[in-house]
C-alpha cells in the first residue's frame, strides 16, 4: 500500500527512520513530508494516490477526505478527531484511527500546574519581583481540603482527578457514563450543576462535537462559586469565551486558566480572553512535551501497522 505521512510529527526524523522501516521492509511505500502543507491544493496532492494517511492536528477537511483517490485509512496523531472530516469518512468508508492516551499525563500534569499558579498567584508574584516589589497581598490558597469538579472523567479526567487526590483534595465529577474504577477511586458523580455550584476548581476535559459545544456559557458560570477557578485544556468550542470574559471581568469567578481557543493561536487583538482579569493563558501547549510526541509517534504508526494486519486498533466512532 501507498502511505504518507503528510506533516511532521515534532520528532527527530531518526525516530520516523525507525518507526516506518518495518512498513517499507512489507513492500509498502512511505512518503514522509517533514513540513506542513501551504495550502489545501497542497495537501490533496500530497494525499494523491495513497492509500493511508497519517496527520497530526492540521485540518483535514471532508473536501481533502473526498480527494484522497485511494483512502482507505486515516491515522491521526491526536486525541480529538474534530479537525477532521468524518462525514466524508464515513461516506467512503475510511478507518480513521486516533492516538489515545499519548497525553494522558501530560495534560493532567498541565492542569495540576495551572491549578497551582492560579491559587498561588504566580504570574502577579514574578511580576511583583521584577518590579521590585514585596509580597504584600500575595497570599495564596492551597488544594488540599478543596473540591475539585472534574467534567468528563475519561482517561485524561481521571488522571487528573487522582492527582488532585493526591493533593489532599475531594473529587466529584460529572460524566456521561459512570465508571466504576472511578467510584472505586473515591469520586462522586454529581450533576453538572451541582458540581459548578459547589467545586473550587473545575476542570474541563471534553470532547468537541455537537452535544458538547457551547456547553459552558454564561449561565453555567454564574453558578460558580465567587472564589472559584475555572481550567480548560479541553477543547476551546466547549465553553463561551466571551461569556468567561465577561464572568471573569464582573468579578462572578476568581480566576481561570486556558490552553485551547475557539481557534488555534496566535488570536486576534481582540479575542475576549486576552482582556479579562484574572487569566492564565497558554498557547495550545498542554499536549506539548517531547515524552508525548514520542509516544504519539509510536501509537500512529503502530495504528497504521494493526490496519495492515487487518487488526484495526484504536479506530473512532464516526
Known amino acids: 500500500m501507498n502511505i504518507s505521512l503528510i506533516e511532521p510529527l515534532g520528532v527527530p526524523d531518526a525516530l520516523i527512520d525507525e518507526l516506518s522501516a518495518p512498513l517499507k521492509k512489507g513492500g509498502h511505500t512511505f512518503t514522509y513530508y517533514r513540513e506542513k502543507a501551504a495550502d489545501d491544493k497542497e495537501t490533496a496532492r500530497r494525499c494523491r494516490g495513497q492509500d493511508i494517511v497519517m496527520i497530526a492536528n492540521s485540518p483535514f477537511p471532508d473536501a481533502a477526505v473526498r480527494s484522497a483517490d485511494r483512502l482507505k485509512m486515516l491515522a491521526v496523531a491526536f486525541t480529538g478527531i474534530d479537525h477532521v472530516g468524518t462525514a466524508a469518512c464515513k461516506e467512503k468508508g475510511v478507518a480513521v484511527c486516533n492516538c489515545a492516551g ?68 475531594r473529587v466529584v465529577a460529572c460524566a456521561r457514563h459512570e465508571r466504576d474504577e472511578v467510584k472505586a477511586a473515591g469520586i462522586d458523580y454529581v450533576p453538572l450543576d451541582i458540581l459548578l455550584q459547589t ?120
Open 199 to 318: 467545586s473550587d476548581i473545575v476542570s474541563l476535559h471534553l470532547p468537541n462535537n455537537e452535544t458538547t459545544r457551547g456547553l459552558i456559557g454564561a449561565d453555567k458560570l454564574a453558578l460558580m462559586k465567587k472564589d472559584a477557578v475555572f481550567i480548560n485544556c479541553a477543547r476551546g468550542p466547549i465553553v463561551d469565551n466571551a461569556a468567561l470574559a465577561d464572568a471573569l471581568n464582573a468579578g462572578l469567578i476568581a480566576g481561570a486558566a486556558a490552553d485551547v481557543f475557539d481557534m488555534e493561536p496566535p488570536l486576534p487583538a481582540d479575542y475576549p480572553l486576552l482582556r479579562a482579569k484574572n487569566i492564565l493563558l497558554t498557547p495550545h501547549v498542554a499536549y506539548l512535551t517531547g515524552e508525548a510526541m514520542t509516544r504519539r509517534a509510536v501509537i500512529e504508526f503502530e495504528n497504521v501497522a494493526a490496519y495492515l494486519r487487518g487488526e484495526v486498533q484504536n479506530v473512532c466512532a464516526l
Open 102 to 169: 499519548y497525553s494522558d499525563d501530560c495534560v493532567a500534569e498541565m492542569v495540576i500546574g495551572m491549578a497551582i499558579s492560579l491559587f498561588r498567584k504566580l504570574d502577579e508574584c514574578g511580576r511583583r519581583v521584577r518590579e521590585g516589589g514585596s509580597s504584600a497581598g500575595l497570599a495564596g490558597r492551597e488544594i488540599a481540603g478543596k473540591t475539585v469538579g472534574i467534567i468528563g472523567c475519561g482517561r485524561i479526567g481521571f488522571k487528573t482527578a487522582k492527582l488532585f487526590s493526591a493533593f489532599g483534595a
